[in-house]
């Protein structure tokens, strides 16, 4: 037994960091995260398709309604959160992270200020907000979240993205892991390539491949410890107009394969976003995943659409029917939380 032996052995009992746990309870089997961390232009324009005003009245009472929903928990492990909302008092007086975390979920927040024109860069973006983000964290960390959300957007089209865009956005993602790390948060690392347009499975595969290795590259350099983060990607989709549209199949194997060659085995899981799909693609996606298998993290869920299309439309921005919306709400992350091991099936939707 030499010398390697002993220090491999050494380095296989090294305690697992409190962030790398957090990250793992993040994507605990049968669950994954809620993203509720909608801006208030989002927010908006998702309340004008119920013609529902956008006050912090209402936004509060639509999101304490899904929050409060009896039996979330046991498919929900974090909420992320907005800056307004993060701050508020549900109508029983707690602040929203305390409510969260009574019922055992994570509070989490989005600390980017948005995607915003690159320069010099047509039809292309930059997230920014990493100036004064060290202080930030520390106030959200008091404010009781224990992760965060920063989302790059990276859009197909013709001639983009360029190596600048998607060296500029994996920069800043890697900046933002870093300082997360540091303020004793999980960064949720979350790049973006968007499904709109008409291009292929197969450019959607080549410019996902290309934003994940440039992120990896960044948090690298940035010394970002892996096993302390979650991915937050897409998944590797014919784009919304493109006229032949994959299978489910071919959309679960083309993302799988992208992601064996691009992300380390040390990333406890992967946490996909909707992006427009719809509700019940987004779950039989997931779903077909967990059902291929044989990857070494974690994939599970963290929508924001995908779970809040149906609940929304039911609310309407009506008192009456939150037992109702809360329902919708349930259903979607049942389905979602089945989809995490392989095991969820058509017949659940019409026994909704
Ligand atoms: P969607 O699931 O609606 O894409 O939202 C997830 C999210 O948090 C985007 O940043």
């Known amino acids: 037994m030499g010398r390697g032996t002993t220090e491999h052995n050494r380095e296989r009992k090294t305690p697992v960091s409190e ?10 089997p049968g669950k994954g995260i809620l993203a509720a961390d909608e801006s208030t232009p989002t927010i908006k324009k998702r309340f004008d398709s119920i013609q529902a005003d956008s006050t912090a009245e209402n936004r509060l009472s639509y999101r304490e309604m899904l929050f409060t929903t009896a039996g979330a928990e046991e498919f929900i492990s974090g909420v992320i959160l907005f800056d307004e909302t993060i701050r508020q008092k549900t109508s029983s007086g707690v602040s929203v992270p305390d409510l969260l975390t009574s019922k055992g979920i994570l ?3 989005k600390v980017d200020k948005g995607a915003k024109d690159l320069p010099l860069a047509s039809g292309e973006k930059v997230t920014e907000g990493l100036d004064g983000l060290r202080d930030r964290i520390a106030e959200y960390r008091q404010l009781g979240a224990r992760f965060a959300k920063w989302r790059a957007v990276i859009t197909i089209g013709d001639s983009i993205p360029s190596s600048g ?15 997360c790390v540091e303020g004793d948060l999980v960064p949720i690392v979350e790049p973006e390539v968007l499904m709109d347009g008409s291009h292929t499975i197969e450019r959607c595969n080549e410019v996902t ?15 970002v410890p892996l096993d302390e983060i979650i991915l937050k990607p897409n ?23 992208c992601f064996r060659k691009t992300v380390p085995d040390e990333i406890p899981g992967i946490v996909f976003l909707s992006g427009g799909q719809s509700d019940e693609l987004a779950t039989a996606h997931l779903n077909e995943m967990n059902q291929l298998g044989g990857v070494p993290w974690e994939l599970s869920f963290s929508y924001g659409r995908a779970l809040q299309a149906a609940p929304l439309k039911v609310w309407a921005g009506n008192t009456a029917n939150i037992p109702a919306a809360q329902q919708a709400y349930l259903h979607r992350a049942r389905c979602n939380g089945a989809a995490r091991s392989g095991s969820y099936t058509e017949a659940m939707e019409s026994t909704a």
């Open 19 to 28: 962030l790398a746990k957090l990250a793992r309870a993040m994507v605990a």
């Open 107 to 109: 509070p989490g927040i």
């Open 165 to 179: 865009c998607i060296h500029a956005n994996a920069h800043a993602l890697a900046r933002y892991a870093a300082l």
């Open 209 to 223: 491949e290309l934003a994940l290795a440039a992120v990896f590259a960044e948090l690298r350099e940035q010394r």
């Open 235 to 257: 998944m590797v989709l014919s784009g919304s107009t493109c006229p032949t549209q994959a299978s489910v199949r071919e959309v679960a194997e083309a993302t799988l394969a």
